[in-house]
């Protein structure tokens, strides 16, 4: 009987691209399409020849119509600074607002403000051009977009003012909706922009701030909103970085939820407890990808393997790494993910 | 229970208007203004740290209780300079070229800032010859620098050297921390400490220069 090897992949960061191969993923990269649909074409090429016996890259690689503006349209839709490297991924420059700008926050139109409709003709461009999309724009994530708004001081209003929490979370998940239901009908592809790992028509949420915050708070603030989400677009996923074992049950409790990735250190048997039909996607640490041998990280690999199944609601991959992470640990993470299923489904 | 317990009390329950009332009570009493700062204030928060440390509370919590530090540290700052009490040491804090996280580094500000350290916080995204700069303007005993994520992994090991070139070493320590760091790279790149997190970030420094 032949095993079947789980969904693997890795994916590099923008520095690696930039010192490897003088890719530069700046603002020309998330401003200009044509360049965008150039830069994969190299990068598909450049891992064709670096990793092709990996499956990774292709040797004449089509054009492929990309979307993709990092995780800032809807923060540069309420009015933060973008800053861009050529070497990083661009970043959205908190606003903090005040009580006060707060309590008179509106819900912006997100499909009429300037950068989404920047956004709009980089579309209509590639559907001319292409006939077609792919790619999405990442939703930024409820609590994520609260903080570029609120600042840090969302934190203290989870004690001290509810009403205000409440209030900067509600306008941004009202503004995450009018993005979603916007690519909804647009394309019908929502997981991309956030991760690879998901089937493209799931509504991914990005939750890269929840690992700060405890279960409890989880549940009183933000289960509500991420509720709205998964009821209004299912099939609904939760993309999470780092150890998702705090949240876990406050997960559980999403509806519609299909979709789970999590970062290191995720204990994947409790996980796989609260959710048994879950397909969770388990992420290999960058920073280990970058330090460790081999050895090390096909360990790790064997380890969310044995931990997560069962086999076919998992997958794993190791995104973001960085330049100077070994050929040898991709080649080991890769490898191993795929013989090592195969050999236990055989 | 003592009007310590009471400050230290406060602190570990994040309750900021108790922390000043049971501060100025405390000075009321005629308690040094030393032994409400390291019997009470920085008492709670080193329990705070630890239940930090432990997975027990997450960031807000322990913004929280940093917030109701401070606003102890208030009551009692004008005491505390009349009594001639120096800080534990200057920390000059940032994050490094290319990193524009600041949520880690301000919590190792506060922590170190409610461990008694005076706390110069130069921001995120910084080069190094400002930490260079601020080294100098300010006399630091200790440099403290982080980055979330490894592509800024070289900054940290340049702003070591940029330090180390402009003859800043003698007399100061460095520690460094953050996401993408591990104490292999950290012990690589010359630093002289590690911190894992905010909380030990307090105890690493104490133990560089000499504190009990």
């Known amino acids: 009987m032949t095993g079947r090897a789980i969904d693997a992949k890795v994916g590099f960061y923008p520095s690696w691209w930039n010192k490897n191969y003088g890719i530069c993923m700046g603002r ?240 994947l048997v409790s996980l796989r407890q609260l959710m048994p039909e879950v397909h969770i996607n388990a992420r290999v640490d960058p920073v280990r990808m970058l330090n460790c041998t081999p050895e090390e990280i096909a360990g790790d690999v064997r380890h969310l393997i044995d931990t997560g199944g069962p086999l076919d609601k998992l997958s794993i991959d190791a995104v973001g790494c960085d330049y100077g992470t070994p050929d040898q640990n991709v080649e080991a993470m890769l490898k191993t993910a795929r013989e090592y299923s195969m050999a236990k489904t055989s | 229970m003592s009007v310590l317990e009471e400050i230290k009390n406060s602190i570990i329950t994040y309750k900021a208007n108790l922390t000043k009332e049971a501060c100025e009570r405390a000075l009321a009493e005629n308690i040094p203004p030393g032994d409400i700062v390291n019997l009470g204030l920085i008492a709670g928060l080193e329990v705070v740290g630890q239940k930090f440390k432990a997975n027990k509370i997450f960031v807000p919590e322990v913004l929280m209780a940093t917030k109701a530090m401070h606003t102890g540290l208030g009551v009692v700052k004008p005491l505390l300079a009349q009594s001639d009490i120096q800080p534990a040491g200057t920390v000059i804090l940032g994050t490094v070229k290319g990193d524009l996280h600041d949520i880690g580094k301000n919590l190792v500000g506060m922590m170190l800032e409610g461990a008694g350290f005076k706390v110069i916080d130069v921001g995120i995204n910084t080069p190094p010859e400002k930490f260079v700069e601020a080294i100098r303007e300010h006399k630091a005993d200790l440099l403290a620098m982080s980055c979330l994520i490894t592509n800024t992994l070289s900054a940290l090991e340049t702003a070591i050297k940029v330090v180390d070139e402009a003859g800043l070493r003698p007399g100061l320590k460095i520690i460094v921390g953050g996401g993408a760091v591990t104490e292999q790279f950290a012990a690589k790149i010359g630093s002289d400490g590690y911190a894992k997190d905010a909380s030990s970030a307090v105890s690493v420094s104490k133990e560089l220069l000499g504190i009990a």
């Open chain 1, 28 to 267: 020309e990269y998330f401003h200009n399409p044509a360049y965008r649909v150039e830069v994969n074409l190299k990068q598909q090429k450049y891992l064709y020849e670096r990793f092709g016996h990996l499956d990774m890259g292709r040797a004449n690689p089509a054009p492929e119509p990309l979307i993709d503006y990092g995780m800032v349209l809807l923060p540069e839709v309420f009015g933060c600074e973008v800053v861009f490297e050529d070497d990083a991924l661009p970043w959205a420059m908190p606003l903090n607002l005040s009580d006060q700008e707060i309590m008179d926050l509106e819900v912006p139109d997100v499909i009429n403000s300037p950068p989404m409709q920047r956004l709009i003709t980089q579309m209509d461009c590639l559907q001319s051009k292409y006939g077609r999309i792919s790619g999405s724009i990442n939703p930024t994530g409820v609590q994520n977009l609260a903080l570029k708004i609120r600042g840090d001081q969302l934190y203290i209003d989870y004690f001290e003012n509810p009403e205000l929490a409440h209030k900067v979370l509600s306008v941004s998940t009202q503004a995450i909706l009018q993005l979603t239901a916007y690519m909804k009908k647009r394309t019908g592809i929502l997981a991309p922009g956030v991760t690879p790992m998901a089937r493209p028509e799931i509504f991914v949420t990005p939750n890269c701030t929840v690992f700060q915050i405890s279960n409890e708070t989880f549940e009183t603030y933000i289960l509500q909103y991420e509720n709205m989400l998964a009821e209004a677009y299912p099939p609904f996923g939760i993309h999470h970085c780092g150890s998702g074992d705090e949240v876990s049950q406050g997960y559980a409790k999403v509806k519609n939820l299909v979709f789970l990735e999590v970062g290191p250190n995720t204990d």
